[in-house]
């Protein structure tokens, strides 16, 4: 059973909470770096693909995926840590679309 990416509940102990809570506040404070530090290995909760290191985070299907993408809410959760994530590359995914 696919789990939903970690938005803004609390992860696991060994992790800080709410992933997209924190890609915000790093945002706002111009802390872009932290999206690149050592401990932030949010990949596999943020951005569910189909062969990630957390297995209960993966896709497994199409299926899976449809469902996602019918959740309005996940839908634009997604997307703005989307542009979150590339912001902290340099790159302006709005100016470019």
């Not at 404070?29 to 290191?53: L, N």
Request: proline letters at 5%; a negative charge.
């Amino acid at each position: 059973v696919m789990k939903k990416a970690q938005w803004e509940s609390p992860t696991p102990a060994s992790e800080t909470s709410g992933g997209l809570k924190r890609f915000r506040a790093w945002a706002t404070s111009g802390e872009w770096r932290k999206f690149h530090h050592d401990h932030a290995h949010y990949d596999w909760w943020m951005f569910p693909i189909d062969d990630g290191s957390k297995p209960q985070y993966n896709v497994h299907c199409e299926q899976d995926i449809e469902e996602l993408k019918s959740d309005p809410n996940w839908w634009s959760r997604y997307l703005e840590s989307i542009r979150l994530v590339t912001r902290s590359w340099g790159w302006d995914v709005e100016e470019c679309a």
